[in-house]
């Protein structure tokens, strides 16, 4: 039973421990790796009340760069979206970059086919991932190979690049060559560009020459005045070592999902140590009376050490074994919920610190109870009398109360968490998604031209209720859209723009609050009409009395405000819904939103992707969405943070009531002669069972008093990511409170129970 | 007050049996002091702890008060106990957690006596006992005689029918012993029914009836003189 319990114990903490240090390790990996890390920087634009993007103007990069020698080159990246690649074949997905011919001296990623130096130097090449070669090609070496990107260009394969074993925050799979950077545009935020200074560069000041850079030469190229052009690009420059960029510039906050990781596998680590010397301890003074039998044979307290850490190291190393076993089994669901890769073999690349693990392990929970054991007074034990040290007593208690605090504050956490993201799931987002389907425009050429086609096409449906061609798709990754200043007489905004059709408000389901909708015809293509629709927390910023009729500057244009809409959570619940203005385009729509009525939805698409890819993309594949899905994505980062906490929570209460039943079985043992004195004067079991527990209800209380105020803080630290969420609900701490107690005295009872029944007359002739 | 009839208790460990009483037969009236004594192992102790109703017992029968104990569940056995039932042992036997005070009390806590009535009881019997000024100490911090003397409180403090007292001076030296004995000998004045088992002759003087035990049967028994001369006054 005691060896059972001990093996669980700790092949969990171990388990734990393996996987997190694996998933840490690949963390930290990203980018360091790069032989520059530290003097390749990512330039950063602060924008005034916002994020901050990885973006700049091609044209000052290019242009900076001629006069400075601080900077020894420069390459320059443009997001391409999400791209289909095709030859005879296949046809696979990927996200794609367009990158300068130097992409390879910044991030040297292994080669396994072509040349880094020559792979990017024409538009006609193309570079893939070995996850792309592989699916298009199996086996073979696709060099020279040619393939269809997108539909539209034909390429010719000149490299693979093999990311696995390179982690970098770079997560693209298809590299396209641009030699020239077209934009010449100094107000045209739309590249990432990456910077390798000389050593004795400092950032900061070069991050400020190129602010000023941009103020003055991009204002002359402009023609406005330098304080005109500052205001309207009043964005602050940064430029980060490429070492930092994954752990700390990602708004996912890789750093903290790693700080918090690495201290609890370690407190976990901890606990299940303490536990095996808990348990080893209780089990010594069950075997005390063999040791001390052993001891007056003549065993030497040398002897009685080795035996016992010999039983300790095989315990260690089957629980070791198990551990890694289950870290095999756990790891793909793992490596799933983070979307990393990992394998349990990389465990030998970390062999010196599971080493260092194992033999502190060892030695603490091997060389603790040896030395306890071998300092038991053979004779009092012989007699029935154990070591009853107050001080030993105290530290198993406040170890008990330790992990009882911590398993407190997980489900707490875990609970609160839920809560929030039950509240995002069930709060009126303020449009409708359901059966919008959504079908991102490949060709845009074939989809123009053919535009009457598909609309009657939909006419004639009776299941599609509506349609709509945007640009952008509002909860999705999909299509595209922009931030701009906005003016309104004196006052001035940044605000979202999006480009949408007249029918994008119907089919969402979003009433107009004010005014009307706009009106164009569909037969007609057109944009940037000088009417646009505003959303109700632009004209509360601008603190407008009547904005129907009102005008606005926008991209040095007059728009007049025809409508307001009530504002919605495009974006989810983390951040503050920003003033936005909708102008009219149905040009180059990046989705088609389909309304769908009535079931069998799975038919439905089959038709619709029948008539899609035979008569108006034709050839490309068909990728259909739909918005409710997408925008339930938005929140997977918090499931998993969920998911985690939750694992994380089920583990220590697993922990700590292993370590609760070692030390109810070890206190209340010694309780034994009290016990039988209390017996003898006549207790009743239940009398009897309040003595004992009394012990344990109060350490739970203080554990659950501790917990509170710990829960709280990391709680309302997490609910403070977004900028809409619940209150800090109550139930948590009384579900927190409700388990701890019950399980904390059912354990006790259960050991307690035993104590009730035992042999009164023994006990009492104890010396 | 105590019949006890053929009674037999038999010890069976890993094959070997051990008799620790055989058809033992024994009665006590009520304010009798019952001196038993006899070698070590012969069963003085099993037979206290079976009149204590701490210990079972394997044949015969034992009446307490005219009431058959043979087969009683723990609970009423329990309620028996601490109603009707003092004990004293050689070693103590005090909880060392508890001070004292608390000590003495907790057989008045079992019996659902008030706190008020609890404490005035607790601190009269202090002052008799004369460890008043110790109430607030652990057991570890007395010395042997207080020790046996806060046993003995704790025995008294629910003026039980029937005090057992197993070698209560054992562990003392012969001044504190000759105290916790003339501690019996006063509650035996005062009406208590009192069996206790010692090995000294002197200790036995106290008694009303001395009986001796061998091999779990009674080999003899005599009123004590002592007695007779007290009941001749
Ligand atoms: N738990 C037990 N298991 C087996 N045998 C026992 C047990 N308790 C007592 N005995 C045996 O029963 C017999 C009577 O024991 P008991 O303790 O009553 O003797 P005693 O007269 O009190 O002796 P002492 O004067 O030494 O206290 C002894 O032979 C003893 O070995
Ligand atoms: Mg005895």
Known sequence: MYPLINLIGLTAGMTCFLITMLFVSREIKHDNWNPNKKDIHIFLAHMESRTTYPACPAILIKHFAKYENAVLDYMLMRHHGFNLIANDKETVYGHGVKVTPNFFSFFPFPMKYGDPTTALTDTTQLVISTMIADSLFGQQNPIGKKVILSNQKEHVISGVFNRHDSPSHIKYDILIPMVEPADTNWGNFNYRAYLHIAKETDPVQLAACLKQHHVSVGSAVMEKTMERFAELFSFSFELRPLEEVYLYCNENRNFNVVLILSILSIIILCISAINFINLSIANASLRAKEVAVRKTLGGSKRAIIVQFLLEVSIICLIALCIALSLTELILPHFVKLWETRLSVWEIFEQLPIVMTMLILLLLVAGFLPAIYLSNFKPMEVLKGKFVRSKRGHLLQKGNILFQFTLSSVFIISALVIRAQLNYMYTKDTGFTKDQLMMIPVTDLEQVESKRNKYKQFFKEKDYITETSSIRWAPGTGLGHSSISHTHYGEKKLDSDIHFVDQHFFPILDIPIKYGRNFVLADTLYDECYSDVIVNQTLVDKFDMKDPVGQTIELWGGTRIIVGVVPDFYKHGFEHKIQPTVFAISNKEAAVIFLKLTGGDIANKVKEIKAFWTQEIEIGVPFYHRFMEEDYAKLFERHERLHIMILALSIIMIVLSLLGLVAIAIHTIRQRYQEIAIRKAIGASDYELLHTLLKEFVIISLIALFLSFPIAYYFCSWWLGGFAYHIQMPLVPYLIASITVLSLVLFIAWFQARKALHIDIVRFLKFE | ?233
């Open chain 2, 1 to 233: 007050m105590i019949d006890i009839q053929n009674l037999s208790k038999i010890y069976r460990s890993t094959g070997i049996e051990t008799i620790a009483l055989n058809q033992f037969n024994f009665q006590v009236r009520v304010g009798e002091f019952v001196a038993i004594m006899g070698p070590s192992g012969c069963g003085k102790s099993t037979l206290l702890h079976i009149i204590g109703l701490l210990d079972t017992f394997d044949k015969g029968d034992y009446y307490f008060n005219e009431q058959q104990m043979n087969d009683l569940d723990e609970k009423t056995r329990g309620t028996i106990r601490k109603k009707q039932i003092g004990f004293i042992f050689q070693n103590f036997n005090l909880i060392d957690e508890l001070t004292v005070f608390e000590n003495i009390e907790l057989p008045l806590i079992y019996n659902k006596v008030g706190k008020k009535k609890r404490v005035s009881k607790v601190n009269q019997l202090l002052k008799d006992l004369d460890i008043e000024h110790r109430k607030k100490h652990f057991p570890q911090q007395l010395s042997g005689g207080q020790q046996q003397r806060v046993a003995v409180a704790r025995a008294l403090v629910t003026e039980p029918q029937l005090i057992l007292a197993d070698e209560p001076t054992g562990n003392l030296d012969s001044k504190n012993g000759n105290e916790v004995m003339e501690l019996l000998a006063d509650l035996h004045r005062q009406g208590s029914t009192i069996i206790m088992v010692t090995h000294s002759n002197y200790d036995a003087g106290f008694a009303t009836r001395i009986i001796e035990v061998k091999d779990g049967q009674i080999m003899a028994e005599r009123k004590n003189k002592r007695e007779i001369r007290i009941i001749d006054k």
